[in-house]
């Protein structure tokens, strides 16, 4: 505790020293932060030409699935590292990591390198969010923290948007190798950045890191990821691969709770799953993880598809979602600055994201751009009230040693409701789609969904007329049943947010105590921070 207590200190008196460095700092780190949501954008645009010049067709999902797996297997460890042995250089370790793993999957030859060069970014990629999220904690307390949500929600936004455009342009122009060049410059700055202005102290931890616990959780969250990824199109969801993996992920993660509670320095304590509003926050992430990637899959499917919109701006048909979300998250940082209340955010996003949901499952191959764009705000709206109030709630839930841990799990837990999300919601869309073009079009609507109930812009021009009005009726009822779960689903973050403690926020005046134990006086200390 005296180790902790000192720590602090330490920290609050650099953060005294440096008021003007710290913008340079959180401009590094939304750089960083840019990096990490940028990159499976870019890089899914440039996939066609990829293939086109390295083969390996058979192999193409594993070039985004590779990635996947490492980044979310790798995000808890990151956390950890961070807590145990200092954020700055864990943060800046992720950073070369994921350079080195960009420039080396520039430099592929073949599929099989890609795949595993993309593994390799991924491992750095895991790093960037955590330590974004858990550094912002260090240096700013929850109470001030609401200030810079609108940036990160920028950031995100900024990353849907110009993805695609960006990723198609250095295609064309460049060539894909390009689409893992340009991490370099923007990685290079943020290191410079970070590595001369931020001043955090350094940790020395007795402890020995939990390789039995990462090892475990590792194989657990990577089997939940390829069962989401798997199932229902690689292979069955009742095959015998599907199974197996599964009992592998259940046998993993129940063995790693285990071992948690017997490690000396567990990967991820669990006793910060004691505190009421650090589990809820957990369950509000999964959720609204699982509610906004499906979003992000479906919609811009439903205008192509549908309402005809161009394929090559598919980012800009998400604006109104995202332009709604981003002001919102702006007013709600603002407000929780100057209040230090924030429990009606999670209700009202909540309420708003199933509304929202539910106006989008009512589409149908009559509804214009300009009703679909409203529908979209309302979702968006309820979105910005939730993103970034999540991880500031579960930040403010434990003590400042387990920031980097935090972190860690809401991220973890969002990544996984989004994995759940892609999924569920795409298996019931697909299912939808097959079965409303067998009943429209008979064996040829069975012929041209058996491989794949997702057609892009080539294929459906081709096809009859009579057979294209069918497959854009099949494409609205798959949206209706996937955004219909969605809306249900997310009435589950509406329980939860109910339950929602309003604890005062650090740097409120008043220090945020655990409700399983009395914060020690370390909470106190880090309100200097």
């Excluded at 919109?309 to 598919?314: C, R």
């Excluded at 064996?443 to 294209?468: F, H, I, V």
């Excluded at 009435?491 to 399983?516: I, W």
């Amino acid at each position: 505790m005296a180790d902790n207590t000192e720590a602090v200190i330490q920290t609050g008196k650099q953060a005294e020293k440096q008021p003007r460095s710290v913008r340079v700092v959180l401009l590094a780190l939304m750089i960083a932060m840019l990096l990490a949501m940028l990159d499976n954008m870019i890089v899914g645009t440039a996939m066609p030409t990829i293939v086109g010049e390295l083969g390996g067709l058979e192999h193409l999902s594993w070039v985004v699935t590779a990635y996947t797996l490492a980044t979310a297997a790798s995000t808890p460890i990151w956390g950890k590292l961070g807590d145990m042995y200092g954020r700055k250089g864990a943060f800046m370790t992720s950073i070369v990591i994921f350079l080195v793993g960009s420039a080396l999957s520039g430099m592929a030859q073949d599929m099989g390198q890609l795949i595993g060069f993309r593994a390799i970014q991924g491992l750095g990629a895991g790093g960037l969010m955590v330590g974004v999220m858990a550094i912002i904690g260090d240096l700013i307390p929850p109470r001030e923290r609401g200030k810079y949500q609108g940036m990160m929600a920028g950031i995100m936004a900024l990353a849907m948007i110009a993805g695609p455009l960006v990723g198609g342009s250095i295609t064309d122009h460049w060539g894909w190798r390009w689409s893992f060049y340009i991490n370099l410059p923007l990685g290079i700055v943020a290191l410079l950045a970070v590595s001369a202005v931020l001043h955090l102290p350094k940790k020395r931890v007795e402890a020995k890191i939990d390789y039995l616990g990462a090892g475990l959780l590792t194989i657990g969250i990577s089997s939940i990821v390829l069962v989401t990824t798997w199932g229902g199109s690689e292979y069955a969801w009742g095959s015998a691969r599907i199974m197996e993996l599964i009992g592998i992920g259940v046998a993993a993660l129940v063995g790693f709770v285990f071992v948690q509670t017997k490690a000396a320095s567990p990967i991820l304590p669990l006793h910060i799953f004691r505190n009421r509003n650090f589990t809820l926050m957990s369950v509000i992430g999964f959720i609204t993880g699982f509610v906004m990637f499906g979003a992000v899959l479906f919609l811009p499917l439903y205008q192509q598809s549908v309402q005809g919109a161009s394929a090559t701006n598919s980012g800009l048909l998400l604006l109104p979602m995202l332009g709604a979300m981003l002001v919102t998250s702006m007013v709600a940082g603002r407000v929780t600055t100057s209040s230090g209340r924030y429990k009606a955010f999670p209700v009202v996003g909540s309420v708003l994201m199933s509304v929202g949901l539910f106006l989008l499952s009512q589409m149908d191959t009559g509804t214009t751009r300009l009703t679909s764009g409203l529908y979209m705000a309302v979702l968006g709206l309820g979105m910005g009230c939730l993103m970034q109030i999540t991880m500031l709630v579960a930040q403010n839930s434990v003590e400042m040693k387990d920031m980097g841990v935090a972190s860690s799990s809401t991220t973890l837990f969002r990544t996984l409701g989004s994995s759940f999300g892609v999924a569920i919601m795409g298996a019931l869309f697909n299912h939808r789609v097959q079965d409303v073009m067998a009943e429209r079009a008979g064996a040829l609507g069975s012929k041209m969904t058996e491989q794949s109930a997702q057609l892009d812009a080539a294929s459906l021009a081709k096809l009859p007329a009579a057979a294209r009005e069918a497959y854009q009726f099949a494409v609205s009822s798959g949206t209706h049943s996937a955004f219909l779960l969605g809306s249900v689903v997310a009435l589950g973050a509406l329980v939860a947010a109910v339950f929602v403690k309003e604890v005062p926020l650090r740097g409120a005046g008043a220090p945020a105590k655990s409700e399983a134990e009395p914060a020690p006086p370390m909470e106190t200390l880090a309100e200097t921070v």
